[in-house]
Protein backbone atom coordinates (compact mmCIF):
# COMPACT_ATOMS: atom_id res chain seq x y z
CA UNK A 1 0.00 0.00 0.00
CA UNK A 2 0.96 3.52 -0.57
CA UNK A 3 0.95 4.32 2.73
CA UNK A 4 4.38 2.33 3.28
CA UNK A 5 5.63 2.62 0.42
CA UNK A 6 9.20 4.32 0.89
CA UNK A 7 10.59 8.43 0.75
CA UNK A 8 13.14 8.86 -1.83
CA UNK A 9 15.52 9.76 1.37
CA UNK A 10 14.87 6.12 1.87
CA UNK A 11 15.79 4.60 -1.12
CA UNK A 12 19.47 3.52 -2.05
CA UNK A 13 20.11 6.14 -4.68
CA UNK A 14 23.76 6.25 -6.69
CA UNK A 15 26.95 8.01 -4.48
CA UNK A 16 27.12 10.38 -7.46
CA UNK A 17 24.03 11.98 -6.93
CA UNK A 18 22.28 11.44 -4.09
CA UNK A 19 18.54 11.13 -2.58
CA UNK A 20 16.49 13.20 -4.96
CA UNK A 21 14.77 16.20 -2.90
CA UNK A 22 11.67 17.89 -4.21
CA UNK A 23 12.81 21.17 -3.46
CA UNK A 24 16.44 21.25 -4.19
CA UNK A 25 17.38 24.17 -6.63
CA UNK A 26 20.28 22.71 -7.98
CA UNK A 27 18.39 19.60 -8.82
CA UNK A 28 15.88 21.95 -10.64
CA UNK A 29 19.11 22.70 -12.54
CA UNK A 30 19.75 19.56 -13.98
CA UNK A 31 17.40 16.75 -12.93
CA UNK A 32 18.41 14.50 -15.81
CA UNK A 33 20.87 12.12 -13.90
CA UNK A 34 17.87 11.92 -11.12
CA UNK A 35 15.07 10.99 -13.62
CA UNK A 36 17.23 8.45 -15.63
CA UNK A 37 17.11 6.71 -12.14
CA UNK A 38 14.33 7.26 -11.48
CA UNK A 39 12.36 5.92 -14.71
CA UNK A 40 14.72 2.32 -14.06
CA UNK A 41 13.81 2.53 -10.16
CA UNK A 42 11.33 4.51 -8.78
CA UNK A 43 8.95 5.54 -11.32
CA UNK A 44 6.19 6.92 -9.14
CA UNK A 45 8.38 8.36 -6.58
CA UNK A 46 6.97 9.51 -3.03
CA UNK A 47 8.77 12.42 -1.37
CA UNK A 48 8.31 14.56 1.51
CA UNK A 49 8.51 17.93 1.48
CA UNK A 50 7.31 20.84 3.95
CA UNK A 51 3.54 21.00 3.14
CA UNK A 52 3.38 17.47 2.39
CA UNK A 53 3.77 14.06 0.58
CA UNK A 54 4.82 14.60 -3.38
CA UNK A 55 4.74 11.89 -5.89
CA UNK A 56 6.63 12.24 -9.48
CA UNK A 57 5.89 10.14 -12.07
CA UNK A 58 8.65 9.72 -14.76
CA UNK A 59 8.13 7.41 -16.64
CA UNK A 60 6.60 8.51 -20.81
CA UNK A 61 3.51 6.02 -20.92
CA UNK A 62 2.55 6.80 -17.10
CA UNK A 63 2.64 10.74 -17.97
CA UNK A 64 1.22 10.36 -21.09
CA UNK A 65 -1.62 8.61 -19.36
CA UNK A 66 -1.83 11.07 -16.55
CA UNK A 67 -2.16 14.18 -18.78
CA UNK A 68 -5.02 12.20 -21.06
CA UNK A 69 -6.91 11.21 -17.60
CA UNK A 70 -8.06 14.56 -16.23
CA UNK A 71 -11.38 12.95 -13.69
CA UNK A 72 -8.60 11.00 -12.07
CA UNK A 73 -5.02 13.63 -12.38
CA UNK A 74 -7.21 16.81 -11.63
CA UNK A 75 -5.21 20.31 -12.34
CA UNK A 76 -7.16 22.28 -9.57
CA UNK A 77 -4.32 21.84 -6.77
CA UNK A 78 -5.08 24.85 -4.98
CA UNK A 79 -8.27 27.27 -4.32
CA UNK A 80 -8.41 28.39 -7.90
CA UNK A 81 -10.24 31.67 -6.69
CA UNK A 82 -6.74 32.84 -5.45
CA UNK A 83 -5.43 32.68 -8.87
CA UNK A 84 -7.17 32.10 -12.56
CA UNK A 85 -4.81 30.82 -13.77
CA UNK A 86 -5.98 28.18 -16.91
CA UNK A 87 -2.49 25.57 -15.03
CA UNK A 88 -5.03 25.12 -12.25
CA UNK A 89 -9.05 24.99 -14.02
CA UNK A 90 -10.75 22.06 -14.56
CA UNK A 91 -14.12 21.66 -16.65
CA UNK A 92 -16.02 24.02 -17.09
CA UNK A 93 -13.66 26.67 -16.25
CA UNK A 94 -10.98 25.72 -18.06
CA UNK A 95 -12.47 25.41 -21.22
CA UNK A 96 -14.25 28.24 -21.07
CA UNK A 97 -11.15 30.44 -20.46
CA UNK A 98 -9.09 29.13 -22.85
CA UNK A 99 -12.00 29.73 -25.64
CA UNK A 100 -11.75 33.39 -24.34
CA UNK A 101 -8.62 33.64 -26.04
CA UNK A 102 -7.46 30.58 -28.11
CA UNK A 103 -8.34 32.47 -31.27
CA UNK A 104 -5.11 34.85 -30.65
CA UNK A 105 -2.84 32.03 -30.13
CA UNK A 106 -3.12 30.33 -33.24
CA UNK A 107 -0.01 29.76 -35.98
CA UNK A 108 -2.65 31.87 -38.90
CA UNK A 109 -3.25 34.49 -36.56
CA UNK A 110 0.45 35.03 -35.14
CA UNK A 111 2.32 34.90 -38.98
CA UNK A 112 2.15 38.37 -38.78
CA UNK A 113 4.40 39.13 -36.16
CA UNK A 114 7.29 36.98 -37.79
CA UNK A 115 9.01 40.13 -39.47
CA UNK A 116 8.80 41.82 -36.03
CA UNK A 117 10.24 39.09 -34.06
CA UNK A 118 13.02 38.82 -36.39
CA UNK A 119 14.27 42.59 -36.44
CA UNK A 120 13.92 42.62 -32.80
CA UNK A 121 16.25 39.72 -32.53
CA UNK A 122 18.35 41.16 -35.70
CA UNK A 123 19.07 44.08 -33.26
CA UNK A 124 19.54 42.35 -30.05
CA UNK A 125 21.76 40.16 -31.90
CA UNK A 126 23.84 42.90 -33.28
CA UNK A 127 24.10 45.13 -29.63
CA UNK A 128 25.64 42.15 -28.29
CA UNK A 129 27.77 41.45 -31.09
CA UNK A 130 29.43 44.55 -31.15
CA UNK A 131 29.99 44.31 -27.28
CA UNK A 132 31.98 40.91 -27.78
CA UNK A 133 29.44 39.04 -26.37
CA UNK A 134 27.44 39.15 -23.00
CA UNK A 135 24.45 37.64 -21.38
CA UNK A 136 22.36 35.96 -23.72
CA UNK A 137 19.42 35.33 -21.76
CA UNK A 138 18.92 39.09 -20.37
CA UNK A 139 20.32 40.92 -23.62
CA UNK A 140 18.91 38.64 -26.45
CA UNK A 141 16.13 35.77 -25.24
CA UNK A 142 14.13 37.99 -22.38
CA UNK A 143 13.51 41.16 -24.14
CA UNK A 144 13.00 39.22 -27.24
CA UNK A 145 9.97 37.18 -25.40
CA UNK A 146 8.89 39.56 -23.64
CA UNK A 147 7.97 42.30 -26.58
CA UNK A 148 6.36 39.82 -28.23
CA UNK A 149 3.87 38.53 -25.87
CA UNK A 150 3.10 42.03 -24.75
CA UNK A 151 2.46 42.94 -29.00
CA UNK A 152 0.23 39.92 -28.93
CA UNK A 153 -1.63 41.08 -25.63
CA UNK A 154 -1.68 44.48 -26.78
CA UNK A 155 -0.09 45.49 -23.95
CA UNK A 156 2.32 48.76 -23.70
CA UNK A 157 5.57 47.78 -23.25
CA UNK A 158 7.44 49.62 -20.09
CA UNK A 159 10.11 49.39 -18.22
CA UNK A 160 11.83 45.83 -18.83
CA UNK A 161 13.14 45.63 -15.61
CA UNK A 162 9.81 46.05 -14.08
CA UNK A 163 8.20 43.72 -15.60
CA UNK A 164 10.60 41.46 -14.79
CA UNK A 165 10.53 42.11 -11.17
CA UNK A 166 6.59 41.53 -11.14
CA UNK A 167 6.68 38.30 -13.20
CA UNK A 168 9.45 36.69 -11.06
CA UNK A 169 7.28 38.12 -7.86
CA UNK A 170 3.42 36.66 -9.82
CA UNK A 171 5.82 33.23 -10.39
CA UNK A 172 6.86 32.61 -6.49
CA UNK A 173 3.38 33.45 -5.47
CA UNK A 174 2.10 31.05 -8.02
CA UNK A 175 4.53 28.73 -6.64
CA UNK A 176 4.26 29.21 -3.27
CA UNK A 177 0.11 28.84 -2.76
CA UNK A 178 -0.16 26.22 -5.61
CA UNK A 179 3.01 24.19 -6.44
CA UNK A 180 5.05 23.55 -3.20
CA UNK A 181 7.75 25.61 -4.12
CA UNK A 182 9.67 28.10 -1.19
CA UNK A 183 8.23 30.93 -2.62
CA UNK A 184 10.16 34.67 -1.91
CA UNK A 185 8.92 37.28 0.52
CA UNK A 186 6.56 40.20 -0.32
CA UNK A 187 5.79 38.06 -3.66
CA UNK A 188 1.57 38.27 -2.66
CA UNK A 189 2.08 41.82 -2.38
CA UNK A 190 4.18 42.25 -5.48
CA UNK A 191 1.43 40.25 -7.60
CA UNK A 192 -1.22 42.25 -6.69
CA UNK A 193 0.56 45.20 -8.10
CA UNK A 194 1.47 43.74 -10.72
CA UNK A 195 -2.58 43.06 -11.47
CA UNK A 196 -3.20 46.67 -10.37
CA UNK A 197 -0.93 48.20 -13.37
CA UNK A 198 -2.75 45.57 -16.12
CA UNK A 199 -6.06 46.17 -14.79
CA UNK A 200 -5.16 49.78 -15.44
CA UNK A 201 -3.58 49.12 -18.91
CA UNK A 202 -6.67 47.18 -19.80
CA UNK A 203 -9.15 49.98 -18.62
CA UNK A 204 -7.38 52.32 -20.63
CA UNK A 205 -6.65 49.79 -24.02
CA UNK A 206 -10.99 49.24 -23.86
CA UNK A 207 -11.75 52.77 -23.69
CA UNK A 208 -9.34 53.65 -26.45
CA UNK A 209 -11.53 51.53 -28.70
CA UNK A 210 -9.11 49.06 -29.54
CA UNK A 211 -9.05 45.29 -30.90
CA UNK A 212 -6.37 44.13 -28.33
CA UNK A 213 -6.63 40.99 -26.76
CA UNK A 214 -6.54 43.31 -23.22
CA UNK A 215 -8.92 45.41 -24.85
CA UNK A 216 -11.31 42.44 -25.07
CA UNK A 217 -10.82 40.98 -22.04
CA UNK A 218 -11.68 44.16 -20.36
CA UNK A 219 -14.81 43.92 -22.50
CA UNK A 220 -15.68 40.73 -21.55
CA UNK A 221 -15.49 41.68 -18.03
CA UNK A 222 -17.79 44.88 -18.30
CA UNK A 223 -20.53 42.81 -20.05
CA UNK A 224 -20.13 39.99 -17.42
CA UNK A 225 -18.53 37.19 -19.41
CA UNK A 226 -15.70 37.04 -17.29
CA UNK A 227 -15.32 37.79 -13.61
CA UNK A 228 -12.74 40.66 -12.61
CA UNK A 229 -10.48 38.18 -11.55
CA UNK A 230 -10.80 36.25 -14.62
CA UNK A 231 -9.89 39.01 -16.64
CA UNK A 232 -6.76 40.31 -14.73
CA UNK A 233 -5.32 37.04 -13.97
CA UNK A 234 -5.44 35.82 -17.85
CA UNK A 235 -3.45 38.84 -18.99
CA UNK A 236 -0.82 38.21 -15.73
CA UNK A 237 -0.98 34.66 -16.27
CA UNK A 238 -0.56 34.40 -20.04
CA UNK A 239 2.12 37.33 -20.21
CA UNK A 240 4.48 35.33 -17.60
CA UNK A 241 3.85 32.64 -19.71
CA UNK A 242 4.35 33.54 -22.98
CA UNK A 243 7.79 35.17 -22.53
CA UNK A 244 9.38 32.55 -19.57
CA UNK A 245 8.65 29.14 -21.40
CA UNK A 246 10.12 30.79 -24.76
CA UNK A 247 13.04 32.66 -22.86
CA UNK A 248 14.57 29.26 -21.68
CA UNK A 249 14.00 27.10 -24.44
CA UNK A 250 15.81 30.37 -26.89
CA UNK A 251 18.68 30.14 -24.01
CA UNK A 252 18.70 26.19 -23.98
CA UNK A 253 19.30 26.68 -27.92
CA UNK A 254 22.10 29.04 -27.86
CA UNK A 255 23.67 26.16 -24.94
CA UNK A 256 23.37 23.65 -27.47
CA UNK A 257 24.73 25.81 -30.59
CA UNK A 258 27.70 26.35 -28.51
CA UNK A 259 28.04 21.97 -27.86
CA UNK A 260 27.43 21.38 -31.85
CA UNK A 261 29.44 24.28 -33.41
CA UNK A 262 28.20 22.72 -36.66
CA UNK A 263 24.40 23.47 -36.31
CA UNK A 264 24.68 27.03 -36.99
CA UNK A 265 26.55 26.45 -40.65
CA UNK A 266 23.40 23.54 -41.43
CA UNK A 267 20.70 25.77 -40.20
CA UNK A 268 21.57 28.85 -42.52
CA UNK A 269 21.68 26.69 -45.36
CA UNK A 270 18.40 25.37 -44.95
CA UNK A 271 15.49 26.68 -43.23
CA UNK A 272 13.76 23.37 -43.11
CA UNK A 273 15.71 22.52 -40.27
CA UNK A 274 14.86 25.19 -38.17
CA UNK A 275 11.03 23.74 -37.18
CA UNK A 276 12.76 19.94 -36.26
CA UNK A 277 15.93 21.64 -34.14
CA UNK A 278 12.82 23.74 -31.99
CA UNK A 279 11.38 20.26 -31.78
CA UNK A 280 13.89 18.40 -30.68
CA UNK A 281 15.43 21.07 -27.84
CA UNK A 282 12.08 20.91 -26.37
CA UNK A 283 12.25 17.31 -26.22
CA UNK A 284 15.76 17.14 -25.08
CA UNK A 285 15.89 20.23 -22.62
CA UNK A 286 12.59 21.94 -22.81
CA UNK A 287 11.98 24.78 -20.47
CA UNK A 288 8.77 22.55 -18.58
CA UNK A 289 9.87 20.12 -16.06
CA UNK A 290 7.39 19.48 -13.75
CA UNK A 291 3.67 19.38 -13.95
CA UNK A 292 1.61 19.87 -10.77
CA UNK A 293 -1.90 17.47 -10.46
CA UNK A 294 -3.77 16.32 -7.26
CA UNK A 295 -5.63 12.78 -8.04
CA UNK A 296 -9.19 13.07 -7.64
CA UNK A 297 -9.38 9.62 -6.86
CA UNK A 298 -7.18 6.49 -5.82
CA UNK A 299 -4.52 5.86 -8.71
CA UNK A 300 -2.64 2.85 -10.07
CA UNK A 301 0.88 4.08 -11.15
CA UNK A 302 3.53 1.57 -12.11
CA UNK A 303 2.30 -1.02 -9.24
CA UNK A 304 1.88 1.96 -6.59
CA UNK A 305 -1.57 3.05 -5.21
CA UNK A 306 -1.03 6.72 -5.08
CA UNK A 307 -4.35 7.67 -2.44
CA UNK A 308 -7.11 10.25 -3.99
CA UNK A 309 -6.26 13.80 -2.79
CA UNK A 310 -2.20 13.32 -3.13
CA UNK A 311 0.08 16.16 -5.12
CA UNK A 312 1.38 14.63 -7.87
CA UNK A 313 4.02 16.04 -10.23
CA UNK A 314 4.69 14.60 -13.64
CA UNK A 315 7.88 15.20 -15.50
CA UNK A 316 7.64 15.86 -19.13
CA UNK A 317 11.28 16.45 -19.45
CA UNK A 318 12.14 12.70 -17.80
CA UNK A 319 8.91 11.50 -20.46
CA UNK A 320 11.40 12.89 -23.72
CA UNK A 321 14.48 11.02 -22.18
CA UNK A 322 12.55 7.61 -21.83
CA UNK A 323 14.53 5.46 -24.27
CA UNK A 324 11.99 2.95 -24.31
CA UNK A 325 10.06 5.65 -27.03
CA UNK A 326 13.25 7.84 -28.08
CA UNK A 327 16.35 5.81 -28.94
CA UNK A 328 19.61 7.52 -27.86
CA UNK A 329 17.13 9.72 -25.76
CA UNK A 330 19.98 11.44 -24.31
CA UNK A 331 21.49 12.38 -27.42
CA UNK A 332 20.65 16.09 -29.26
CA UNK A 333 19.76 15.09 -32.80
CA UNK A 334 17.71 17.40 -35.44
CA UNK A 335 17.35 14.27 -37.87
CA UNK A 336 14.77 12.13 -34.97
CA UNK A 337 11.18 11.73 -35.17
CA UNK A 338 10.70 13.45 -32.00
CA UNK A 339 6.70 14.13 -32.81
CA UNK A 340 5.90 12.00 -29.87
CA UNK A 341 7.59 14.30 -27.26
CA UNK A 342 5.40 16.32 -24.37
CA UNK A 343 7.38 19.00 -23.44
CA UNK A 344 4.95 21.54 -24.38
CA UNK A 345 2.00 18.93 -22.53
CA UNK A 346 -0.70 16.63 -23.40
CA UNK A 347 -3.64 16.82 -23.91
CA UNK A 348 -6.89 19.06 -22.78
CA UNK A 349 -4.11 21.22 -20.89
CA UNK A 350 -1.84 21.71 -24.08
CA UNK A 351 0.56 24.87 -24.00
CA UNK A 352 -1.99 27.28 -25.64
CA UNK A 353 1.20 29.45 -26.64
CA UNK A 354 3.27 26.66 -28.43
CA UNK A 355 2.71 28.22 -31.69
CA UNK A 356 3.95 31.48 -30.49
CA UNK A 357 6.93 29.94 -28.82
CA UNK A 358 7.81 27.82 -32.21
CA UNK A 359 7.96 31.18 -34.16
CA UNK A 360 9.42 32.59 -31.81
CA UNK A 361 12.54 30.57 -31.65
CA UNK A 362 12.76 29.47 -35.03
CA UNK A 363 13.12 33.19 -35.90
CA UNK A 364 15.29 33.63 -33.02
CA UNK A 365 17.10 30.47 -34.49
CA UNK A 366 17.08 31.63 -38.57
CA UNK A 367 19.00 35.24 -37.31
CA UNK A 368 21.22 33.99 -35.67
CA UNK A 369 22.45 31.44 -37.66
CA UNK A 370 22.49 34.30 -40.64
CA UNK A 371 24.66 36.76 -38.50
CA UNK A 372 26.73 34.53 -36.61
CA UNK A 373 29.86 32.01 -36.97
CA UNK A 374 30.12 30.91 -33.83
CA UNK A 375 29.03 30.98 -29.90
CA UNK A 376 30.54 29.58 -26.88
CA UNK A 377 29.71 30.13 -23.32
CA UNK A 378 31.76 32.14 -20.80
CA UNK A 379 33.38 30.41 -18.39
CA UNK A 380 34.83 33.25 -16.26
CA UNK A 381 31.06 34.46 -15.55
CA UNK A 382 29.02 31.75 -13.92
CA UNK A 383 25.93 30.47 -15.52
CA UNK A 384 22.81 31.09 -13.11
CA UNK A 385 19.60 28.66 -13.19
CA UNK A 386 16.65 29.73 -12.75
CA UNK A 387 15.74 29.21 -9.15
CA UNK A 388 12.20 29.24 -7.46
CA UNK A 389 8.98 30.80 -8.64
CA UNK A 390 7.04 27.61 -8.99
CA UNK A 391 9.95 25.14 -9.74
CA UNK A 392 8.78 24.10 -12.82
CA UNK A 393 11.12 25.43 -15.49
CA UNK A 394 14.66 24.02 -16.00
CA UNK A 395 17.36 26.69 -17.88
CA UNK A 396 19.98 29.39 -17.55
CA UNK A 397 18.43 32.70 -15.71
CA UNK A 398 21.71 34.23 -16.97
CA UNK A 399 24.64 32.82 -19.25
CA UNK A 400 27.65 35.14 -20.82
CA UNK A 401 28.92 33.90 -24.13
CA UNK A 402 31.33 35.59 -26.62
CA UNK A 403 30.14 35.55 -29.98
CA UNK A 404 32.08 35.66 -33.41
CA UNK A 405 29.92 37.44 -36.20
CA UNK A 406 30.13 36.56 -39.68
CA UNK A 407 32.30 38.14 -41.81
CA UNK A 408 30.67 41.05 -43.63
Known amino acids: MS????????????????????????????PFPYYAWMRDNAPALRTSTPSGDVWFLSRYEDIRQAFRSPKVFGSQVMDPYLLRFLTILDSPDHPRLRRAVAPHFIPKSLEALRPGVAAQARQLLGDLAAAGGGDIVNGFALPLTMKTIA??????????????????????????????????????????????????????????????????????????????????????????????????????????????????????????????????????????????????????????????????????????????????????????????????????????GAPLARLEATAALKEFSAVMDGIAIDRSKPIIYVEGGNMANSGPSSMHVKLEPRAA
Not at 13 to 25: H, T
Not at 336 to 348: E, K, L, P, V
Request: aromatic fraction near 10%; proline fraction near 3%; hydrophobic fraction near 40%.
Open 151 to 352: SVLGLRFSEIDQLKEWSDAMSSYFGRVGRNAPGAAGDKETTAEFFQFLEGEMKEAHARGEESLIAKLYGQYLSGDLTHDEAVHMVGFMFVAGHETTTIIIANLMTTLSEHPDLIVRLRGDDTLLAPCVEEQVRYRGTLQRVSRMTYEDAEVAGVTIPKGSFVKLLPGSANRDRTVFDNADMFDIGRDNAAHIGFGHGIHMCL
Open 3 to 30: SSHPYSHELDWPEDIGPFDAVSFSIQAD
